[in-house]
């Protein structure tokens, strides 16, 4: 079983600031990548950031680069979500995924965490 669990949604006033915290337990061989999605719309989703293990490299969708860093504690298989210059706009439920292996041999998945509300007030 791996389970993904995020903290350090809430509210916060526009311009404030917000850390998303994730850390992903369980039987884990390997992490290729950990990101953050955000709910667009019904049961869509749209990626907001992700870190690529083995290279460090991240990508960010356009609404958010300059405001939010991601950044990952490899050996805590953990992954943040630094959010600056927050914006009514960014209000929303966040999700944490992780593409990761657990058994060695095995092909690599998707798993997501329950999500967090982050509220922005203008």
């Known amino acids: 079983q791996v389970q993904l669990v995020e903290s350090g949604g809430g509210m916060v006033q526009a311009g404030g600031s917000l850390r998303l915290s994730c850390v992903a337990s369980?039987?884990?061989?390997?992490?290729?990548?950990m990101g953050w999605y955000r709910r667009v719309s019904g049961d869509q989703r749209e990626l907001v950031a992700i870190i690529i293990r083995s290279t460090g490299s991240t990508k960010y969708t356009d609404s958010v680069k300059g405001r939010f860093t991601i950044s990952e504690d490899s050996a805590k298989n953990t992954v943040y979500l630094q959010m600056n210059s927050l914006k009514p706009e960014d209000t929303d439920v966040y999700y944490c995924t992780a593409d990761l292996v657990r058994i060695p041999g095995d092909a690599s998945r998707d798993y997501w965490g329950q999500g967090t509300q982050v509220t922005v007030s203008s």
């Open positions: 369980g039987s884990i061989f390997k992490v290729n990548s």
